[in-house]
Structure formats: C-alpha cells, structure tokens
C-alpha cells in the first residue's frame, strides 16, 4: 500500500487562490481551483491564479477536478486550467451554469463536455478509491465535500462550511450523513480555516434579514443592494424581504441574473417571473429593488460607475438607499473603504453592513471543534487561511479530540505524507507555486521586473529621448527629440531640459570621437546605457525622482539619404504672397523678388 500525500498549489498562508491535490496509488484528485484578488501596488493586474505547471506535467495522473462551489476562491481559474488541459470536472449543477457563462466570456469552447454534474450522496469510483459526495452550508446552495474512501482509511474534503442545525432549506447540512462518514473511520480531515480566529459559531451571525427588513418597509424609496457574486443565501434574504414587502426586483450584474432567472433556484426562492423587472423599469419605479453584483473589485467598479453619473441606466438619486450588504473581500479592503467614500458624494443614503456585524459563511472556532467531533479523523489539516488562523485551528481540533502531533500545517509546495502511524512532510516539494497574474481573460507572463517598471512609471513617470545618427561618422544630424512624461513638468527652455540636452550631446559627441579613433570600439548599446545612467542621475540631482529613461537611436545614410516632399496645393499662391510686413529687410527681399519676376518674364 502506498503512502497518501496531500499539497497545495495555492490557498496556504494566503487568502483566496485555493488549489489543492490529494494523491492516491499515483493518481492525482484536484480539489477546487480559485483566484484571488491582487494586492494594492500590483498595476495592470485583474486576478492571480495558481501556477499550473506541476498540473502539466503530471496531466495523465489527473482524475478529475472536484470543486466545492461556485465561489471566486475555489472556482475562479477554472477557465485559465482549462485551457491548458483537458481534465474532467465534477460541481453541482449552479456552478456547472456559472462555469458556462464564465468559459463563454473567456472563449474558452467545448468546456460542457468536461462538466459532470454529481449529487449528494453520490458514489463515484476511481480504481481502488470512492468519492463520497456530502452537502455543506455556506454562501452557496448544495455546496459540496467530498471523502475519498481508500484503503488506509476516508481521507475527507470538508470545503466551505458552517454548523447550522435549523437550517431546513436548499443550504442544509445532513448531519446523518456526515456522521455516517465519520463512523466509517476518518484517517484525515482537511478543513477550511479562514475564519478560524472568530470564537464561538457562525450562526447566526451570517444573516442579514435583521438589518435589512426596516429599511425595505420605507415607502417610496428605491433600494440598491451591493453583493457578491457568491453570496446567494443573502440573495435569498433579499429576495424574501423583497417580496415580503411587495417590491419587484432588478440585477445589475450578468452571471447573478442568469442564476436567478435559471430554474436553478426559482423554486427554492419562490421567485416567479412577475417579480423581475429590467433596470430601466426599476428606474421609473417608487419602491424597486436593484442587485448590484460581481466578483471583488467587479462589484465596486460598478457601483463606482453608477456613483459617478457614468451609466447610462441607473443612476443614485435623493431617495435613493444604497445597502452593501457584503463586508470586504479579503484583498480589497481599501478599495471598500474608497467605494463607500465615493457613494457618500451621491444624494443618497448609504448603509454598510460591517463584518463585526455580518460575518462570512465559513467556519469559525466553534464549528471547526463540532465537524472534528462528527468526523472523528486521525489527522487534521488546516486550509484555506493564514498561518495565524492555522494555528486557531488546531487548537480547535485539539480542542475536539486530535493529538497534538496529528495536526498538519503545511505552505504551498510542501508535500505532507498521510499513513497509518504517522504524519510527516516529505524532504520532496512543489517547487514552482507562485503567483500568476491574469490580465483580462489572457495569463500574463509577469515577473517581478515587470511589476517593478510598472510602478516605477506609476510614481516616477518616464523620459523618452529620440536622437538620428549619421551611419558614416556618427554626427547628430537632426534635433533631440526629449518626451518627458509623469516626472515634473519642463519647458522646454527649462533648466533641466537644457541640462539633459547638453548631456546627451556631449555623450553623442564622445562616442563620435571614440568611432574616429577606433571604428571597432565603437559600441552604440553602451552609448544608450550612457545616456541612460546620465538622464536618470541628472533627474535625480535636479528633482529627486528615478524615472524610467528609454534611448532610441537611428543610424542612417546622410549621403543617400532623399527627403520626401510633398506637393503643396497652394505653391501658386505662395508665388504671388507679399509680406505685410514693411521692414527694411522685407523691402529688400520684396525688391529681389520683384526683379527676379521680371527676369523670368
């Protein structure tokens, strides 16, 4: 029997990014495949996914891709995965649907025929291992866990979960089930740990029906409600509100309007299509509900546009309330704290629900300590957090019955061996599990030199300089062309203009001098690092900044060099033009000109 190993490509010691691998006899089981969002400072950067570069060459050893949710954090680079490799998928039917539509907006073709939608308690078979799918709560319907049953014992994936025993609805927990699982014997129990520092339960703290159900009951008044793509059981609470209080709904957002208009959760919500009404008719009407949804900074640049008066729909008037209704995404805490500054300039009132408040459907102390007394595992291992949470984790688990030493932490990369007597971290690791930066839909090759010149040019701008060379004896033989841009602003008569100008001639003259002496040592690369080096310090001396300097040099033939020029139109009138003015020096020219003409004539 060999050894199981388990790793992560993303997700460990970081928030969001969650990509993690269970192997088993060789074969290799995928479990979720998110993103996250980039950190302040990183320019020209929309997400960051895993590197899949372990995935590719071990794609023969992949059985499937097992996601817990359509959650950015465990779903989000699907798409990017996909297009490098061709692997089957297995999620429940509403992330099967945004899957879709994601691959759609991405151009990613054929991905249907991946998709696999499974249920819960459903069996899959692989070789010698079962996959046991079981239903959790969080911010999505149906999401899903998954135990691999294998003959060291049930190694389970407990993905996204809170511990909600009086929830009856699409969200619901089995409880019998899951301790079916547990009393089949648990050698291992991977448990999301992002919110593990929170003491005591989630519940109830995650609803937000409370705070919202005053507000909704306001006559003549339009709300907006801002939301994550993810977070469909406050979608729900809204929906209930809503109707409750008889208001017809809106969505501003393309992937939480198809979810809501699919049949996917019609019946569950009791939403029929009398309740939906376009943006236009929430516009016109008294009391209308518009949901403003997307994913991170999507949500925010859409209420920013709208804030701003750019849309060309909606629009935030006086009577207007706007509700976020969703606390800050790990990430983009700042870029929440800007949106709500931004929305306060409107005429309208704008509510923010806090996360002391509103807490995220993850797991928190509590619920950890109760899903480690249900599964009962030998082992346990943290995910899906920082270290700090990692650590509230384990106590937890401790707390629940594991042994101190059973508890495996481990970072990206590391390779943590799962047996029958031990738990150990192999010498062996992952060794290629940093980020990568998408731009748009496309994955950009972006190391650190890229992201420095980025914000380099962000903060201390860039001078261009253009200079033409005469090939045969490396003369300057036109004007410098110098474009200085995001530095200080310079005339071009300016002190420092003039001291960058004689500076690069008089290294263009040194190298001329050098090519006379000795044609061989002449080197043109080094004469632009010159320049380069002298307009950066020059700057620096004179301003205090480090711009970027680019040094563009042309090389031609003066001696066969033949200007084109252009025809003009109005040469006749050019021939009859007489100067106004009536100087001296005019006069005399005009003279000239006169006898000139007669001479032709």
Same mark, same amino acid.
């Not at 149906?142 to 049930?154: N, P």
């Given at each position: /029997?060999?050894?199981?190993? @388990?790793?992560?490509?993303?997700?460990?010691? #970081?928030?969001?990014?969650?990509?993690?691998?269970?192997? !088993?006899?060789?074969?290799?089981?995928?479990?979720?495949?998110?993103?996250?969002?980039?950190?302040?400072?990183?320019?020209?950067?929309?997400? %960051?996914?895993?590197?899949? #570069? @372990?995935?590719?060459?071990?794609?023969?050893?992949?059985?499937?891709?097992?996601?817990?949710?359509?959650?950015?954090?465990?779903?989000?680079?699907?798409?990017?995965?996909?297009?490098?490799?061709?692997?089957?998928?297995?999620?429940? #039917?509403?992330?099967?649907?945004?899957?879709?539509?994601?691959?759609?907006?991405?151009?990613?073709?054929?991905?249907?025929?991946?998709?696999?939608?499974?249920?819960?308690?459903?069996?899959?078979?692989?070789?010698?291992?079962?996959?046991? %799918?079981?239903?959790?709560?969080?911010?999505?319907?149906?999401?899903?866990?998954?135990?691999? $049953?294998?003959? &060291?014992?049930?190694?389970?994936?407990?993905?996204?979960?809170?511990?909600?025993?009086?929830?009856?609805?699409?969200?619901?927990?089995?409880?019998? $089930?899951?301790?079916?699982?547990?009393?089949?014997?648990?050698?291992?129990?991977?448990?999301?740990?992002?919110?593990?520092?929170?003491?005591?339960?989630?519940?109830?703290? $995650?609803?937000?029906?409370?705070?919202?159900?005053?507000?909704?009951?306001? &006559?003549?008044?339009?709300?907006?409600?801002?939301?994550?793509?993810?977070?469909?059981?406050?979608?729900?609470?809204?929906?209930?509100?809503?109707?409750?209080?008889?208001? +017809?709904?809106? %969505?501003?957002?393309?992937?939480?309007?198809?979810?809501?208009?699919?049949?996917?959760?019609?019946?569950?919500?009791?939403? &029929?299509?009398?309740? =939906?009404?376009?943006?236009?008719?929430?516009?016109?009407?008294?009391?209308?509900?518009?949901?403003?949804?997307?994913?991170?900074?999507?949500?925010?640049?859409?209420?920013?546009?709208?804030?701003?008066?750019?849309?060309?729909?909606?629009?935030?008037?006086?009577?207007?309330?706007?509700?976020?209704?969703?606390?800050?995404?790990?990430?983009?805490? +700042?870029?929440?704290?800007?949106?709500?500054?931004? =929305?306060?300039?409107?005429?309208?009132?704008?509510?923010?629900?806090?996360?002391?408040?509103?807490?995220? /459907?993850?797991?928190?102390?509590?619920?950890?300590?109760?899903?480690?007394?249900? /599964?009962?595992?030998?082992?346990?291992?943290?995910?899906?957090?920082?270290?700090?949470?990692?650590?509230?984790?384990?106590?937890?688990?401790?707390?629940?019955?594991?042994?101190?030493?059973?508890?495996?932490?481990?970072?990206?990369?590391?390779?943590?061996?799962?047996?029958?007597?031990?738990?150990?971290?192999?010498?062996?690791?992952?060794?290629?599990?940093?980020?990568?930066?998408?731009?748009?839909?496309?994955?950009?090759?972006?190391?650190?030199?890229?992201?420095?010149?980025?914000?380099?040019?962000?903060?201390?701008?860039?001078?261009?300089?253009?200079?033409?060379?005469?090939?045969?004896?490396?003369?300057?033989?036109?004007?410098?062309?110098?474009?200085?841009?995001? !530095?200080?602003?310079?005339?071009?008569?300016? !002190?420092?203009?003039?001291?960058?100008?004689?500076?690069?001639?008089?290294?263009?003259?040194?190298?001329?001098?050098?090519?006379?002496?000795?044609?061989?040592?002449?080197?043109?690369?080094?004469?632009?690092?010159?320049?380069?080096?002298?307009?950066?310090?020059?700057?620096?001396?004179?301003?205090?900044?480090?711009?970027?300097?680019?040094?563009?040099?042309?090389?031609?033939?003066?001696? #066969?060099?033949?200007? $084109?020029?252009?025809?003009?139109?109005?040469?006749?009138?050019?021939?009859?033009?007489?100067?106004?003015?009536?100087?001296?020096?005019?006069?005399?020219?005009?003279?000239?000109?006169?006898?000139?003409?007669?001479?032709?004539?």
């Amino acid at each position: /029997m060999s050894d199981i190993r @388990f790793f992560a490509l993303g997700g460990q010691d #970081e928030r969001g990014k969650n990509l993690y691998i269970l192997e !088993v006899d060789n074969d290799l089981f995928i479990l979720d495949a998110g993103i996250k969002f980039p950190e302040k400072g990183i320019f020209g950067v929309d997400v %960051v996914i895993p590197n899949f #570069e @372990f995935l590719r060459e071990n794609k023969e050893r992949i059985k499937g891709l097992f996601l817990s949710n359509c959650s950015a954090y465990n779903m989000g680079s699907v798409v990017y995965l996909c297009k490098e490799i061709n692997l089957p998928i297995y999620c429940n #039917e509403i992330t099967s649907h945004v899957l879709k539509i994601k691959a759609q907006r991405s151009r990613l073709k054929n991905i249907e025929q991946n998709l696999n939608i499974i249920q819960d308690k459903q069996i899959l078979k692989f070789g010698n291992v079962k996959v046991e %799918v079981f239903r959790t709560t969080s911010s999505t319907p149906q999401s899903f866990g998954y135990a691999f $049953h294998t003959d &060291k014992g049930i190694v389970v994936y407990a993905g996204d979960y809170i511990i909600d025993g009086q929830e009856q609805s699409y969200f619901s927990t089995d409880f019998r $089930h899951l301790s079916n699982i547990g009393e089949a014997g648990v050698l291992a129990l991977i448990s999301d740990a992002e919110t593990a520092s929170r003491s005591g339960f989630t519940v109830p703290n $995650h609803t937000i029906t409370n705070y919202i159900s005053a507000p909704f009951k306001e &006559k003549k008044t339009k709300i907006a409600v801002g939301l994550f793509e993810e977070d469909i059981f406050k979608l729900g609470e809204i929906v209930t509100v809503a109707k409750e209080n008889g208001r +017809k709904i809106a %969505v501003y957002g393309d992937t939480m309007k198809a979810v809501l208009e699919s049949n996917l959760i019609c019946d569950k919500f009791c939403i &029929k299509p009398e309740d =939906l009404i376009s943006n236009e008719e929430y516009m016109k009407s008294e009391n209308g509900v518009l949901i403003i949804a997307g994913n991170g900074d999507v949500l925010y640049s859409k209420l920013a546009k709208i804030a701003n008066g750019n849309d060309n729909v909606v629009e935030f008037g006086e009577k207007d309330l706007i509700i976020i209704a969703t606390p800050p995404a790990p990430g983009i805490e +700042k870029r929440h704290a800007q949106i709500l500054d931004e =929305l306060a300039r409107t005429d309208a009132r704008v509510v923010a629900l806090s996360d002391k408040n509103i807490w995220s /459907m993850h797991a928190s102390y509590e619920d950890i300590k109760v899903m480690t007394s249900i /599964m009962k595992p030998k082992y346990f291992v943290p995910i899906k957090s920082l270290y700090k949470d990692f650590l509230r984790a384990e106590q937890a688990a401790i707390d629940a019955g594991v042994e101190s030493q059973n508890v495996g932490i481990i970072d990206n990369g590391e390779i943590l061996i799962l047996s029958k007597n031990h738990l150990a971290i192999s010498e062996e690791s992952i060794k290629k599990t940093n980020d990568v930066y998408v731009n748009g839909f496309e994955i950009a090759d972006i190391g650190n030199v890229v992201l420095n010149e980025r914000k380099q040019l962000a903060t201390d701008g860039v001078i261009i300089v253009g200079a033409t060379l005469d090939a045969r004896n490396k003369e300057l033989i036109s004007l410098l062309d110098i474009q200085i841009r995001g !530095v200080i602003y310079i005339k071009d008569d300016g !002190v420092i203009f003039n001291l960058l100008q004689k500076a690069i001639e008089n290294i263009i003259i040194k190298g001329q001098e050098q090519f006379k002496e000795n044609p061989k040592a002449y080197d043109i690369a080094e004469l632009k690092k010159e320049m380069v080096s002298k307009i950066r310090s020059t700057i620096k001396q004179e301003s205090g900044k480090q711009p970027m300097a680019l040094v563009i040099i042309n090389e031609i033939d003066e001696k #066969e060099y033949v200007p $084109h020029v252009r025809a003009s139109r109005n040469i006749n009138n050019f021939k009859n033009y007489k100067p106004r003015n009536t100087t001296k020096t005019n006069l005399r020219n005009n003279n000239h000109s006169k006898k000139d003409d007669n001479k032709e004539n």
